[in-house]
């Protein structure tokens, strides 16, 4: 079986939503839904293991798994000997430290001789050892925003995304100690045919990554213009440009970075451009 990839993703959550998303936009079809335990893929060597995300990192480690996409935090809290080969850039969080909403804070060194609760102990460990804060840590499994309110500890450090479930435990953020993201992980000794297939699966998965963060445009311009219009829309090597029917206009297309589009977007208008169309990217391939 040397020659199909098992990729283990997590089998409910967000996570798992996105990653599948993620391999439906790469053109990769497999089944998936509540109660599966595996899927082979239909149009590509792989097959898929649905597991709790903190087991993930043990399986590719153990090589059950040749590759997995887990949350950083979860691969960073673990100790299993994992490699990180690509970021993902989707189902983003922070881990942050809460206190109780009436408490005051001037600083992580509020919580030296103080006791905090998370399931994150390597983590929150390694950040109080770096500033210099002894703290006693309790580990705990779920429900870390009760631990406060039943006496347990008087701080946190938990996942946050929309910060709701703090304010509905009487808790507020106070401090940030690590952004995650989804990343994909493998295990440290691939053979030369499965890091064949890694290559082939992060080739597409880079150009669907690429066409999330640009966007086509077309635009008439008036020829006089052109020079400074274009200047503005580098593209991939640069735009194309094609005359219209109309004498003294031609048409313009060109990829832009979505992170420059509004930046620019007036410029190009104030230097004549009209008609602008912006268009969806499904996939860019260098």
């Known amino acids: 079986m040397s020659s199909i990839l098992r990729i283990a993703l997590q089998k409910s959550g967000r996570l798992s939503e996105d990653s599948y998303q993620l391999f439906k936009e790469c053109g990769i079809r497999f089944d998936y839904g509540t109660g599966k335990l595996k899927s082979v893929s239909s149009n590509f060597p792989a097959e898929f293991l649905f597991l709790r995300d903190d087991d993930i990192p043990g399986y590719v480690e153990d090589g059950v798994a040749d590759l997995g996409i887990v949350g950083e935090n979860v691969a960073v809290e673990s100790t299993h000997q994992v490699e990180t080969v ?25 919580l030296d001789g103080k006791s905090i609760a998370t399931s994150y102990p390597r983590i929150l460990g390694d950040y109080l050892t770096y500033h210099n804060v002894s703290a006693e840590i309790h580990q705990i499994s779920g429900s870390v925003e009760i631990a406060p309110g039943i006496g347990l500890a008087e701080a946190i450090c938990d996942i946050v995304s929309s910060g709701s479930t703090l304010l509905s435990n009487g808790l507020k953020e106070v401090e940030v100690i690590f952004r995650s993201e989804a990343i994909l992980i493998a295990r440290t000794t691939l053979d030369a045919e499965k890091q064949r297939l890694l290559d082939k699966l992060l080739f597409r998965i880079k150009a669907v990554q690429a066409a999330k963060n640009n966007k086509y445009i077309v635009l008439n311009a ?18 194309s440009v094609m005359p219209l029917a109309t004498a003294g206009w031609s048409s313009v297309h060109s990829v832009i970075n979505e992170n420059d589009f509004w930046e620019n977007i007036e410029a190009i208008r104030s230097a004549g451009a009209e008609g602008i169309l912006v268009i969806p990217i499904e996939k860019m391939i260098y």
Do not use: V, Y
């Open 86 to 110: 690509h970021r993902l850039g989707f189902s983003k969080c922070r881990l942050s430290l809460a206190i109780p909403r009436g408490t005051d804070w001037n600083g992580i060194q509020d």
């Open 222 to 239: 008036p020829n006089e213009a052109l020079e400074q219009i274009t200047s503005l829309l580098p593209g991939m090597k640069s735009p």
